[in-house]
């Protein structure tokens, strides 16, 4: 095959959603827009920008670069590219997203009919992860067909919900709460929020299967690779936007149905209750129960399968090491999660951002090295550090650190990170030496 036909391309495009589309990008938006209040549409913009914007991005990054995240990070140097390669699936592994999808389905699905005791969580999660590590060992075509039942399933139900927000509404938008008292603070905040969903970080990882599945279709033009993977991208992007924009609204304007809601899940779950009834929140629990599971064995099946080769491991002992260690995690429950997240985010962000910013143009750059190394770790160093603020608060970073632009929702990182990438684009043109031309003799 030389070119994919409409329907593959379409059925990509579906693949491409369902890689990013899990539980955790539902909870997120509707804390936000509850949030924000009147400066919803403010922050639904910084939303998008880290929840959609990002990830597209980097697929059309990794797309350009041809491999993984090891080629995507080699002009960084194998022990750096390495070590960020273990951030990322980290984060998006045992340490916070697969735990996570445990954390939210009980939530979700449990814990109005049980409670949220740690004993009921703890249950639970031995459950679960009992059966996420069974399915990772063994998954034969179990998981694929469960994946492709359920994934029409809940974009028929987030269509339904997303359209009742706007059609549906159990009030008007309320007070924007501290932090997003305007516009500009409402976008800051949604940018920094969207961090949450780890979607630009997945990327890294998801970006080569993406790759892979074009190329099982016969499709061997790198050109064509990198534009499919661009279409795959942007049908995708959209059905996330669509997602987190109606979710963004419904959490504006049900703010006043669940008052005092600390995550998502408790805004979602009222108002699904308050307008469907309990039938429609049991069809929507099971279905992201399901929609939980699927993600949680794609992504302890990724984890076991890069770390099991890093460590020489092995696949099977690594599934199980990582089961267990992400059923200890979930138990600190989904609150304690996102705040345990929050800070290792905002430090892993800035340095990923500033790899897929800088890989897009990666042909321009006649030293890559000179030009990544640098700019990567001024944007590292400054995500620690607000990091640091973060957890210790401003007092425990340098007085102009809190005066840069954007510091008040740690972004204050961005414009040095700028002037350090176009001195050090400067200097990569002034001093990297052109590659020879080939002699007569060699042509």
Known sequence: MTQLKTRDLIALGFMTFALFLGAGNIIFPPIVGKAAGEHLWGAA??????????????????????????TITAPIGTVAGTVLGIAVY???????????????????????????????????????????????????????????????VLIVALAVLGSAAFMLPAGGPGTAAAGYQ?????????????????????ALVFGIVIIHAIRDC????????TRYAIIAGIMAATGLGLVYVSLVYLGATSGALAPDAATGVQILTSYVQHTFGRWGMVLLAVVILLACLTTGVGLVSACATYFGQLTGWGYRRTVVAISLFSLAVSNQGLEQLIALAEPVLVAIYPPAIALVVLSLPSSLWKSPGRVYIPTMAAALGLGICDAVKAVMGPDAIPPWLGQLPGASVSLGWTL?????????AIADRMLATPAPLPSAGNT
């Open 45 to 70: 913009a910084g939303f998008l920008l880290t929840g959609v914007g990002l990830p597209l991005l980097t697929v059309v990054a990794m797309a350009r670069v041809g491999g993984g995240i090891k």
């Open 90 to 152: 980290l984060c998006i592994g045992p340490f916070f997203a697969t735990p996570r999808t445990a954390t939210v389905s009980f939530e979700l699905g449990i814990a109005p009919l049980t409670g949220s005791s740690p004993t009921a969580l703890f249950a639970y999660s031995v459950a679960y992860f009992g059966l996420t590590m069974l399915l990772s060992l063994y998954p034969g075509k179990l998981v694929d067909n469960i994946g492709k039942l359920i994934t029409p």
């Open 416 to 424: 040095p990170v700028l002037a350090v990438a176009v001195l050090a």
């Open 218 to 225: 016969g499709i061997c033009d790198a050109r064509l690779h």
């Open 182 to 202: 305007s516009a500009g603070m409402a976008l800051g905040q949604g940018f920094l929020q969207g961090y949450q969903t780890m979607d630009a970080l997945a």
